[in-house]
């Protein structure tokens, strides 16, 4: 085969190689995203519930030692999409009880995965706290508060709870990631918690069990103190209940 026959066959073998990658989309690159930040600043109360919604983003409590309740939102979409994206956040007070109930939206009706909205709520360690929390795609963590009930939920997520045995009940629900409870240690607890396709562990936590199969189990600690409810449910996913 003749030099220039060589050159031309492996100029269409490149051609060909660059045009399946392009339809393969292999060299697509993310459009760029705009961001603004929505801050809420509110004085701390006796009692404080936390009501919180957002959307294809992570919901993060920070423990601070400052006497200020900070809600944070950072909205992020395609460059000339930004303002599709709002977010809400009131405050109500009744007695010595203050909710605060924060949203975000997307104007946009159909799923684009360009669009988030991460959450940072930022609770000084004085309080005593109430925490409703759902995201529809995304992590959502909580460091050890003063909290009486807490119920989290996420679509797609991972879910970690860190707690020090002042809780009263505690519900957990993760259809597409993990749930990881860490409790402190010897707290009593008694648990209801069922996988769909994972595995479920409490490695060192002796529970007597009402119920234990290898997606669904139901018991108490033998032993500790507190009076914890745990409602687990993880149907995509791994969950975990271990002491700190």
């Not at 309740?69 to 009880?97: F, H, M, R």
């Not at 104007?107 to 109430?130: C, E, F, M, R």
């Not at 460091?143 to 009263?168: D, E, F, R, Y």
Request: cysteine-free; proline content about 2%.
């Amino acid at each position: 085969m003749k030099t220039s026959m060589k050159l031309a066959l492996l100029i269409v073998i490149a051609l060909t190689v660059v045009l399946v990658v392009f339809q393969l989309g292999l060299f697509y690159t993310p459009p760029a995203l705009d961001q603004r930040e929505e801050r809420s600043v509110y004085e701390l109360n006796t009692n404080v519930v936390i009501d919180a919604v957002t959307f294809r983003g992570n919901i993060e409590i920070q423990s601070t030692t400052d006497n200020q309740i900070e809600v944070i939102y950072t909205l992020k979409a395609p460059s000339g999409e930004l303002s599709t994206l709002t977010s809400q956040t009131t405050e109500t007070k009744n007695d010595n009880q203050t909710t605060i109930s924060t949203r975000a939206q997307d104007k946009i009706t159909y799923n684009n995965p360009g669009h988030s909205a991460d959450l940072l709520i930022k609770l000084p360690v004085s309080g005593q706290y109430d925490l409703k929390l759902l995201s529809e795609d995304g992590d959502i963590t909580i460091p050890q508060l003063n909290v009486g009930k807490v119920s989290v939920s996420t679509t797609s997520g991972n879910i970690n709870i860190a707690n020090n045995g002042n809780a009263k009940s505690l519900e957990a629900i993760s259809m597409h990631g993990s749930v990881t409870i860490g409790l402190a240690k010897n707290t009593l607890f008694y648990v209801a918690a069922m996988v769909i396709n994972g595995n479920i562990h409490h490695s060192g936590i002796t529970i007597d069990a009402e119920e234990q199969t290898a997606t669904q189990l139901k018991g108490i600690t033998t032993g500790g103190e507190g009076n914890l409810a745990l409602t687990l449910l993880a149907s995509q996913g791994d969950i975990t209940i271990k002491y700190q």
